[in-house]
């Protein structure tokens, strides 16, 4: 079967750096058409730069990386410099980007791609949150339906918000923009921290990556030991959630998950529970079921995956 063409939307971030790097080494199974960068985890100067410092690491310099929106929808942007340190990518000294940032606005890529590439041919992985997907659709309402599936990592249901107690990262810093897309009607396939916190960068998966001996192991598992020391203190065990990655996995080996077609709604109301991914898991009401909405992951299986591939770099 021929790969997919997708393109990664994302706030770089050490575990959008992971998913990013996924996707490189896995070209029999996805073919990144190109990354979009967007505010989030950090402003969008530093998301745009980390992009373009990761394609760098995996020697692909030929990936077109393009700078989005600096700010969500409707509210303040609300970064995470806590988690991901100030620079966003934090770890491994990695050095500044020499590939150049494209000339096009990361909006108009995403419009012109969608009408150029054949109907139904292209998915969107966005990881960090929707602004550049919601500003894309506002603009070009022609495109959505030409969106194969969108396979996205946010929000939260039983696992409640890791932001507010109610709201995951990424729906939080925009939730106007979430609403849009889940409403769009597109395909959605969701990675809330239902799934992503049963992937847990355990020592022994850490040193999988450092073991191998290679830059890009060394980084991959730097970036783990530094994105680990803020979530194993605020969880209480070992290891921290890698979410970002759970996408491309997805797209690879999609056995490796298991979830459940439900109604996602968005709230963008009230303050206290802004953001929530209110999902109807029991189906207690006759709301349209727009996405697939996981629930659980073989982790073992996972990191396997992720360290077979990211070997290949
Ligand atoms: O809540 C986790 C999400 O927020 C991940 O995508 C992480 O990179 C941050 O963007
Ligand atoms: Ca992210």
């Known amino acids: 079967m021929a790969p997919r063409k997708i393109i990664i939307d ?32 950090v402003p969008l100067a530093l ?76 998915t969107l992985c966005p990881i960090g949150p929707l602004t550049n997907i919601a500003t894309a659709f506002a603009r070009a309402p022609d495109i959505a339906p030409r969106v194969a599936e969108i396979v996205l990592m946010g929000g939260a249901y039983f696992e409640v918000g890791n932001t507010t107690p109610a709201a995951e990262f990424n729906i939080h810093v925009d939730p106007q923009a979430a609403d849009a897309v889940f409403r769009s009607g597109v395909k959605l396939t969701v990675m809330p921290l239902d799934v992503t916190h049963k992937a847990l960068t355990t020592h022994k998966r850490v040193a999988a990556f450092r073991n191998l001996g290679t830059p890009v192991g060394e980084a991959t598992a730097g970036w783990m ?63 349209p079921k727009n996405a697939l909405f996981m629930g659980d992951i073989d982790a073992d299986g996972f990191f396997a995956l992720l360290t077979e591939r990211i070997a290949r770099l």
């Open 47 to 122: 998301t745009q730069k980390n992009a373009r410092m990761v394609c760098e690491l995996a020697g692909r310099s030929d990936v077109p990386v393009f700078a989005g929106c600096d700010r969500p929808l409707a509210r303040p942007l609300v970064t995470a410099e806590h988690v991901h340190g100030k620079t966003g990518l934090d770890g491994p000294p990695l050095p500044d980007p020499t590939m150049p940032l494209q000339d096009a606005h990361a909006v108009d890529f995403l419009i012109d791609t969608l009408r150029r590439e054949p109907a139904g041919s292209v």
């Open 225 to 287: 030991d530094f994105f680990e020391r803020y979530d194993s203190e605020k969880y209480g065990h070992e290891g921290a959630p890698l979410h970002d990655p759970c996408t491309i996995a997805w797209l690879i080996r999609p056995e490796l998950f298991s979830g459940r077609h439900v109604n996602v709604e968005i709230e963008t109301h009230s303050e206290l529970t802004m953001g929530m991914t209110v999902a109807d898991w029991w189906g207690v009401t006759d709301r």
């Open 10 to 41: 994302t706030d770089p971030g050490q575990d959008d750096a992971v998913a990013i790097l996924l996707a490189l080494a896995s070209p029999e199974d996805v073919e990144l058409l190109g990354i979009t960068a967007v505010a989030g985890n």
